[in-house]
């Protein structure tokens, strides 16, 4: 589960892909859905059977109170297995780092780019080696930018390098082009270059690259494929891509569903529209009047990616 604790941030990244319906918000959201209460995170991870979680934001060390609640109530339901991840972009003292010692199992350091070339006198620095004296796992988590390789340095004390393909988006579009950034090509999202500035670092075994097809391929997918089969109806299809496909029927007129021939739990009435297979509409289609197509959305109500008229 990716749990986004606050969109306070203290940094200007100007790679930084928060939607401006995030940042400089102090909302948190457990994947896509707005939570207020600690419960409802329980809610959400019960619903796709989540196995870990990961803290991002905005930065999680503005709100560490509201880190430590949702930490330990995911730890108290699920067990110390449940393992947790934050992300940071602050250098965080001992007095900092000491509630969520057991609350947290590993903390993902993210130090801005200017701070790279003299990542070993940084505070940053400092901070990793008090994470991993104190029982965390500590290591880097960065996008792949130029000047990359001045990383190096500080692969002997960090347990991991992770870099993230740079990504070109909307939201920062106008900053890549003024860095002379391109995107890869036409069809993927990952800018151009960005492989080869990771690729002469040292130590191998610590440094793992996440591509960007990667990202969208395989984890975005599993994470909705778990979610979809977890809250589909009887009468919805789950796709191979995670999403959930059904049929809408807005009858002209009152139309009761018995005379459509569905058994009950293989239709649902919602605000004069029934929603039901979108293969059982399909086949009724020619007779029934009224509007009728078929939805793909992101699965638990999610995003609509697809209305086809029938
Ligand atoms: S630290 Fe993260 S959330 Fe904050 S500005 Fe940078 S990229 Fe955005």
């Not at 004390?157 to 993230?164: D, K, R, S, T």
């Not at 040292?202 to 793992?208: A, I, W």
């Not at 059904?246 to 919602?270: I, K, N, T």
Request: aromatic share 8%; proline share 7%; net charge neutral.
């Amino acid at each position: 589960m990716v749990l986004f604790v606050t969109g306070l941030c203290h940094r200007r990244c100007w790679y930084c892909p928060l939607s401006p319906e995030r940042s400089g918000q102090d909302l948190a959201y457990a994947n896509d859905r707005p939570v207020n209460q600690p419960e409802e995170i329980l809610l959400e991870a019960r619903m796709m059977g989540a196995l870990g979680t990961s803290i991002t934001g905005g930065e999680p060390f503005l709100v560490p109170g509201r880190v430590a609640a949702f930490c330990t109530i995911l730890k108290e339901a699920f067990g110390k297995e449940h393992h947790i991840h934050l992300y940071t972009g602050m250098a965080p003292t001992r007095e900092m780092l000491t509630p969520l010692v057991g609350l947290v199992d590993e903390i993902r350091f993210h130090p801005p780019q200017d701070a790279w070339p003299e990542i070993l006198g940084s505070p940053y620095a400092r901070s990793l080696e008090t994470a991993r004296s104190l029982g965390f796992a500590a290591g880097i988590e960065v996008p792949s930018l130029k000047g990359l390789p001045a990383l190096a340095g500080i692969l002997p004390l960090v347990e991991f390098l992770n870099i993230n393909e740079l990504e070109w988006g909307g939201i920062n579009a106008d900053e890549m082009r003024s860095r002379g950034y391109i995107p890869e090509d036409s069809v993927h999202n990952a800018v151009r270059g960005s492989r080869r500035w990771a690729r002469d670092l040292p130590h191998r075994d610590k440094v793992h690259w996440c591509s960007s097809r990667f990202k969208d391929a395989v984890q975005l997918r599993e994470r909705l494929k778990r979610i979809a089969t977890r809250t589909a109806r009887p009468f919805d299809e789950v796709t191979g891509d995670g999403t959930i496909l059904y049929g809408v029927l807005e009858p002209d007129g009152q139309l009761a569903p018995d005379h459509l021939g569905l058994r009950e739990g293989s239709y649902e009435e919602c605000d004069g529209r029934i929603e039901l297979s979108w293969r059982a509409l399909q086949k009724r289609a020619k007779r029934l009047a009224g509007k009728k197509y078929i939805v793909e959305r992101y699965p638990n109500r999610g995003v609509v990616v697809e209305v086809t008229p029938l």
